[in-house]
């Protein structure tokens, strides 16, 4: 093979990995089915989004299991996206001070576990990975410093905090369990940040409860007053409360904890039997303190959880006399599984229990999780859960700005606003 031949051989392969890995939307995923609690956590708040400033002190933490002890060499890198998760186009040069690529500096062994597993983490920025422009960036873990091998993508964001937002909540009683019945308000003050055309360059973001089904994109102010954008009595803003997340507590193998109701060891391995759930679609709402679909691991009398807690087999129980009715396929969900509907997820419906019945391998902890009904419509995420305008959510709103000189979506705004008006 000449030179020649040797240079469009490689120019192709360069660019069939480019476009494979950088030519779409990059989704929050897991590729390796090894790899067990992915988390991406803003360091000192772990229940809040993460979202950290430019140019500041803040950092995420991204951490993942692999349910294997045999050291692996991963490696990381940062491909900034738009507002959508798509590769903005910017070169490396363009969105990182200093190295392009590292090694994953932290792994560990667990301690004392039944199922062996090797814990990573990584903080970001640090004195080798660090940002130099704001906006949504996705994480890249592979094998072997070779990007083709990715095993894992992850999110966060990066704020210049150059505009305020204010939020308030309407309660909407529709009296219906379809239709949206809690409506956001919410303003923006662009201080002394210029802006020539809000309606163009401005693009806000709100998503419910850190899920990506419910994210509402692209919402243009319904005015625009001085250094105010106002975004009121809009539909795009109405949401379903739904109702409060279910819960169960696994930190303990020897005593049953919050919605557990049974605790088994066999098969070498720990095996936790939910309370069944009911469908309380038609039930009257009840308030309960939980985390809004997210989980904490967390095992008793452990100084180190994410060493020493176990893998344990969960399982979900949801009764149904009637599951014709539902004309579909029945989910467990939740940010465990990033929201997923997957087979690993499916509730399975046994005929002599009347119910759906699925079983999880997931890490001791503290979680929250519902049941979505996905059929013909599409996904019915009160069909089990009923549909409330009192429920607490958590509403994150982003705003971000087209500049069109630097050819990126800034972002130069959030806040995390809660429906039940807990100052945050």
């Known amino acids: 093979m000449n030179m020649y031949m040797r240079y469009f051989v490689a120019f192709f392969c360069f660019s069939f990995l480019a476009f494979s890995l950088f030519g779409q939307k990059l989704e929050e995923k897991i590729y390796k089915s090894g790899i067990k609690t992915l988390q991406i956590q803003k360091k000192g708040d772990s229940l809040a989004p993460p979202v950290i400033h430019l140019n500041s002190n803040n950092k995420v933490i991204l951490s993942f299991d692999e349910l294997e002890t045999a050291p692996r060499s991963y490696s990381y890198k940062l491909v900034h996206c738009d507002a959508q998760w798509n590769p903005s186009g910017l070169m490396e040069h363009e969105y990182l001070y200093s ?3 590292s090694e ?5 062994n667990s301690m004392n576990t039944i199922i062996p597993y090797t814990h990573y983490r990584e903080s970001i920025p640090n004195d080798r990975i660090e940002p130099s422009i704001s906006g949504n960036y996705a994480i890249l873990v592979y ?5 083709e091998d990715t095993v894992l993508v992850a999110h966060f964001r990066m704020t210049e905090g150059k505009v305020s937002v204010q939020a308030e909540m309407e309660r909407i009683n529709e009296m219906s369990w379809e239709k949206p019945n ?8 662009t201080r002394s940040f210029t802006i020539q055309n809000p309606y163009r360059s401005i ?4 998503k419910q409860n850190g899920h990506n089904n419910r994210l509402i994109s692209n919402v243009n102010p319904s005015s625009y007053r001085g250094n105010k954008l106002i975004y ?3 539909e795009e803003l109405k949401f379903k409360g739904g109702n409060e997340f279910r819960y169960f507590n696994s930190k303990s193998v020897e005593f049953a904890g919050e919605n557990v109701e049974e605790i088994d060891f066999f098969q070498n391995r720990f095996h936790f039997k939910l309370s069944p759930d009911q469908n309380r679609k038609y039930k009257d709402f009840k308030i309960k303190k939980e985390l809004n679909g997210k989980f904490q691991i967390d095992k008793e009398r452990s100084d180190a959880p994410t060493l020493e807690a176990d ?11 009637t599951p014709e009715m539902s004309g579909g396929r029945v989910y467990v969900t939740g940010e465990f599984n990033n929201w997923k509907h997957s087979e690993n997820t499916e509730m399975k419906y046994n005929f002599d229990q009347k119910a759906y019945e699925n079983r999880v391998l997931l890490k001791q902890g503290y979680y929250n999780y519902k049941y979505e009904l996905v059929n013909d419509q599409g996904v019915q995420e009160t069909f089990y859960s009923g549909n409330h305008e009192q429920t607490e959510n958590d509403y994150e709103i982003y705003i971000y700005y087209e500049d069109i000189s630097k050819g990126y979506d ?12 807990i100052d945050y």
């Open 182 to 189: 809690q409506e956001l308000n919410f303003s923006v003050n």
């Open 104 to 108: 994953i500096q932290y792994s560990k």
């Open 203 to 206: 693009k806000a973001l709100v």
């Open 143 to 147: 094998e072997n410093s070779n990007p």
């Open 410 to 421: 800034r972002l130069i705004g959030h806040t995390l606003y809660n429906s039940s008006n």
């Open 232 to 234: 009121r009595n809009m």
């Open 311 to 321: 893998y344990v087999y969960v399982y979900f129980t949801l009764k149904d006399e």
């Open 99 to 101: 190295q392009f690529e």
